[in-house]
């Protein structure tokens, strides 16, 4: 099955500086990679997706690049804000088969003021 | 915007007790998926339904039970429950969309405690 590996563990930076968390996959045959936000005692909320046959997407503040080649996605946020303090989650998925979410073990971002 | 809704937001069991837990996905979507978070984990995939029926099945124990209703509802019932079944349960929807990636919506979870 599919295997999703993201790092740091825990990720702190100063109010307005950019964060950059990177997950690896192992099966080349997933083809979604979404990026849920989860706050403390709420659900997973996605922020922001990628599909295979886009290398880079942005929205405002938060982009994603994903390289097929090397099975690796990463999740950028920039002027970081306070508000963005959370737990990030890369995941992937094989679209088509099994359409289970895999999810990488999360990363605890601290935006210092 | 309409989301995903479970319920009960908090549960408290005893041992070997029996738990139900809803899931009501957002309209128009017409597959649930469940999945399990201990503390500090990720989610686990439990399981998932489409159009009423089991499509995929993860990590759910056998005394873990889950059916989907006709009107796309979601339960997923334990038994026999263990001071491990503590965690954190989210329901997800998402609209089937012929080839193109299902985008999951999560609900805000409920928290089970196993005492």
């Known amino acids: 099955g599919e295997n999703v590996e993201q790092h740091p563990s825990t990720l702190s930076v100063q109010e307005g500086d950019s964060a950059v968390i990177k997950c690896t996959y192992s099966?080349?045959?997933?083809?979604?990679f979404p990026w849920y936000k989860q706050e403390l005692g709420k659900g997973p909320q996605l922020i922001i997706d990628i599909r295979s046959n886009v290398g880079e997407k942005k929205d405002q503040r938060i982009a994603v690049t994903l390289n097929k080649t090397a099975k690796h996605f990463s999740l950028h946020i920039t002027e970081t804000q306070p508000e963005d303090s959370a737990v990030y989650f890369c995941?992937?998925?094989?679209?088509?088969?099994?359409?289970?979410?895999?999810f990488g073990s999360g990363t605890q971002l601290t935006v210092l003021p | 915007a309409a989301g995903v809704i479970q319920s009960p937001r908090h549960l408290i069991k005893e041992k070997r007790e029996t738990a139900t837990l809803k899931c009501y996905p957002i309209?128009?979507?017409?597959?649930v998926y469940w999945y399990q978070q201990g503390p500090g984990q990720d989610p686990q995939f439990l399981i998932s339904f489409y159009e009423k029926m089991q499509s995929d099945k993860g990590s759910i124990p056998d005394r873990f039970s889950a059916q989907q209703f006709s009107d796309y509802h979601s339960e997923l019932n334990m038994s026999s429950l263990e001071l491990g079944d503590s965690a954190l349960y989210f329901c997800?929807?998402?609209?089937?969309?012929?080839?193109?990636?299902?985008?999951?919506?999560f609900g805000a979870g409920t928290r089970l405690s196993v005492l």
């Open positions: 309209p128009r979507h017409d597959t």
């Open positions: 099966d080349s045959a997933s083809n979604y």
């Open positions: 997800a929807s998402s609209e089937s969309d012929r080839g193109m990636p299902d985008i999951q919506y």
């Open positions: 995941a992937a998925l094989i679209s088509g088969s099994a359409r289970q979410l895999t």
